[in-house]
């Protein structure tokens, strides 16, 4: 499944929750950020969030100076991208 089909879904998921719209943009784009991360690591992403890769993502977000508190806003997303 591609990067955008997987943000669509997870779309169309939020909205079934009643998410706002901002948090929907905002959930979105955090997601669609790590799947572009984990592909420019060259991993085919399967829909199965692992340890691993939130932990690479952690630590390249550190090395590229992410605020924590804004580092911590984009995991959460990955864990609702998760309940998905």
Same mark, same amino acid.
């Given at each position: 499944m591609q990067?955008? =089909?997987f943000v669509k879904d997870f779309e169309e998921f939020l909205i079934k929750e009643g998410k706002? %719209? /901002?948090?929907i943009i905002?959930? =979105?784009g955090d997601v669609k950020m790590f799947l572009e991360f984990l592909n420019s690591k060259g991993v085919t992403f399967d829909g199965n969030l692992?340890? $691993?890769y939130i932990t690479? @993502? /952690?630590e390249h977000l550190i /090395?590229? #100076?992410y605020t924590i508190s804004t580092i911590n806003k984009k995991i959460n997303s990955l864990h609702s $991208? #998760? %309940? @998905?």
């Open positions: 990067i955008e =089909t706002m %719209q /901002k948090t905002s959930y =979105t692992t340890r $691993f690479a @993502y /952690k /090395k590229e #100076n $991208f #998760n %309940q @998905y």
